[in-house]
């Protein structure tokens, strides 16, 4: 038998009580069967449950906040929250947010990453959408056309509207989720594309989505979506 090598040190690594108490909310959440609206126990109850002190009860319960499961009002015990998509995503908006306000890599790729999703999502529409599907998108458009004269202020939100028609159409609230944010991150950016491009000519590329869609022409509507993205200044 050869001589035993001596062991390399492997130090256990020590964890912030928060964090296990974190965990065990989350389990007491789901074990208890905890509904949106529900009232978590109180501090002084979750303290003596765990057996720790208030300090980390609370880091624990704001963790827990962050990550958008539950909300705490000031005075009131905490509770939990709706968890969805839209939810997730949103934890993500003011780090977003800075990344594209800091770097032009950034949105340029944002831009490349929006062509790709909606390009495939109006694939998706034209070869799905039915008769009231279709009634909410031409709704959507004819909103648009009586905004041209509007400021931009008031047509942008239309224009985004017409878009996340076609991810709500879709039936699949992920990529509705995604889009949402997608448009919301990009919106200080497209008012600048707007005004070099027009509104006139944003709706007329919004009407040959339209067309290619209400046709089922899948391929027709793919070449639509990516001429308007990707048009100088794409809206």
């Known amino acids: 038998m050869p001589p035993l090598k001596p062991l390399k040190k492997r130090p256990v690594a020590r964890r912030k009580l928060s964090e296990i108490v974190f965990e065990q909310l989350i389990e007491l959440i789901r074990e208890e069967g905890y509904a949106p609206g529900d009232p978590l126990p109180t501090e002084r109850e979750l303290m003596e449950t765990f057996g720790v002190g208030r300090p980390v009860v609370r880091e624990a319960l704001q963790r827990l906040e962050g ?29 977003a947010r800075h990344l594209l306000s800091t770097s032009a890599e950034s949105v340029d790729h944002l831009r490349e990453a929006r062509v790709f999703f909606e390009t495939g999502l109006v694939r998706i529409v034209a070869e799905r959408a039915d008769a009231d599907a279709l009634e909410r998108l031409r709704a959507a458009l004819e909103r648009m056309r009586t905004l041209s004269d509007a400021p931009r202020t008031e047509f942008i939100p239309a224009d985004m509207a017409f878009h996340l028609e076609i991810a709500r159409i879709s039936g699949n609230p992920i990529y509705l989720a995604v889009a949402k944010a997608i448009l919301e991150w990009m919106a200080d950016y497209r008012r600048d594309m707007l005004r070099f491009k027009g509104t006139e000519v944003s709706i007329a590329e919004h009407e040959r989505i339209f067309e290619r ?16 993205l990707t048009a100088v200044g794409g809206g």
């Open 67 to 95: 990550m958008g499961m539950i909300s705490i009002q000031h005075g009131e015990r905490a509770k939990v929250r709706q968890l969805d998509m839209h939810a997730l995503i949103q934890q993500l908006d003011v780090s």
């Open 213 to 228: 869609v209400e046709q089922g022409d899948a391929e027709g509507a793919v070449r639509a979506m990516r001429d308007h």
